[in-house]
């Protein structure tokens, strides 16, 4: 992205407190997840689910995979149509920096690790690129903590 004169990059946050992230979740309305199965037993089936029964569009973003509920899936994340709100990621922490990388290059506007997975050159390349990052945190469990306030 080229800026001139006065357009400065937009340097995206780390975003660590409750009332940044609601907003962003109040805010979303299409998330891709990246490493989704079709396995009704793993956490990013659970979790996608969740999230399109919550009202949200979501994007199965894995290369294994043909389609998820119905919905076709695409194997990386440069293959979506259109603007991407949040990128979910189900995959380890080292492997994240490439899918950052991804996501600055479509645009996307937040990029969240799931629990347990946190990577401080993912976070540097996101916040760089003008994405919001949520890290080691579930997307599902804060939903409901702060939206539907369980």
């Known amino acids: 992205m080229n800026q001139t004169g ?6 995206g946050r780390w975003l660590q407190e409750d009332g940044e992230i609601e907003a962003l979740l109040r805010s979303a309305r299409r998330i891709a997840v990246v490493g989704i199965s079709d396995k009704p037993e ?6 996608a689910l969740y999230l399109k029964d919550h009202g949200y569009e979501v994007i199965p973003v894995n290369p294994r995979l043909e ?4 919905i076709p899936a695409v194997p990386h994340l440069q293959a979506i149509d259109g603007p991407v709100d949040i990128v979910d990621v ?14 600055v290059a479509i645009g996307a506007r937040a990029l969240w690790l799931q ?8 976070v540097r390349i996101a916040t760089a690129g003008g994405l919001d990052v949520v890290t080691n945190r579930c997307i599902k469990i804060e939903h409901g903590r ?5």
Do not use: C, K, M
Request: aromatic fraction near 6%; charged fraction near 30%.
């Open 42 to 47: 793993r956490d990013s089936y659970r979790v």
């Open 115 to 122: 629990l347990g997975v946190h990577n401080d050159e993912t």
């Open 6 to 11: 006065s357009e400065a990059a937009r340097v």
């Open 146 to 150: 702060l939206i539907l306030g369980r």
């Open 67 to 70: 389609a998820w509920l119905g």
């Open 90 to 103: 189900f995959r380890r922490s080292e492997e994240t920096p490439p899918i950052a990388e991804q996501a």
